[in-house]
């Protein structure tokens, strides 16, 4: 696999692509996290804001700020997040602005594997969260082996082809051994570690195949448009044989990522 870094500028087109299931597998981790109510909540790398859009529907938060590198993102997500509760600002994961031990609870929701300087990232999410709060997050399970993200039969595919496809860069704490290790290095108290899935259905594999390719830029996308047209007819037979349609004509399959919650000490 060829790894390549991932930009996520267009709120609008990052939601076609992967909303459907940001939602579903962010619904399935706070099920998991079961957080407690009326608290302050950081979201890191909040994107389009529909993570914070999820905790102020399933936690009831008293305050919840979310911050992105990206202004296109963060303009999105103040349009589309317009409780009193929310606010949103530009900020990197590795410098964030804020005070020490502000937050109750501090998340990251599919983020942690695009963070170039994890460690730092770990350490300022628990500088800024509150002795005995939360700090919490999930990002999709991927190594060297495995691509469990939503974008998995196609790149699984791709490289059936061609022997090679683009990818977002695989990291250790996608994984729940390297995440541990991580966790424990900065510090972390009270760590546990899961898998989450969720699933998704599609009406037919042209929904499937546009959902996957013609709504955002991903790599993926760019290495099955960029094959020969030929070769995408092969693709396409190869996405019938991996994921067999429903009596209906429908697609289902599940995605997977890595969870964990920890507490800082106090």
Request: glycine residues 6%; hydrophobic residues 40%.
């Amino acid at each position: 696999m060829t790894e390549t870094r991932v930009a996520f500028d267009d709120g609008a087109a990052y939601d076609r692509y992967m909303g459907r299931w940001s939602r579903a597998i962010g619904e399935n981790f706070l099920a998991w996290l079961a957080p407690p109510a009326h608290r302050s909540w950081l979201d890191v790398g909040c994107g389009t804001g529909a993570f914070t859009q999820l905790v102020l529907t399933h936690a009831t938060p008293d305050k919840i700020v979310g911050i992105d590198p990206s202004a296109q993102q963060v303009e999105y997500a103040e349009r589309a997040v317009t409780a009193p509760q929310a606010s949103f600002r530009t900020g990197s994961a590795i410098d964030l602005p804020f005070a020490s031990d502000e937050f109750d609870v501090v998340v990251s929701a599919l983020v942690i594997h695009f963070v170039p300087d994890r460690p730092k990232a770990f350490r300022e999410m628990l500088r800024v969260t509150r002795p005995g709060g939360i700090v919490t997050g999930y990002t999709w399970r991927k190594s060297a082996t495995i691509i469990d993200a939503p974008y998995g039969p196609l790149a699984r595919g791709v490289i059936e082809i061609a022997g090679d496809v683009q990818i977002s860069l695989a990291v250790l704490e996608a994984m729940p051994d390297g995440l541990h290790a991580a966790l424990v290095a900065e510090g972390y108290s009270d760590i546990a570690i899961t898998t989450i899935e969720a699933s998704q259905t599609f009406r037919d594999l042209e929904d499937y195949w546009t959902s996957q390719t013609a709504t955002f830029p991903h790599p993926v996308a760019k290495s099955a448009t960029g094959l020969n047209d030929h070769d995408r007819e092969r693709l396409r037979d190869i996405m019938r044989a991996a994921l067999p349609a429903a009596a209906d004509g429908s697609i289902t399959y599940a995605s997977r990522a890595t969870a964990f919650k920890a507490r800082k000490p106090r």
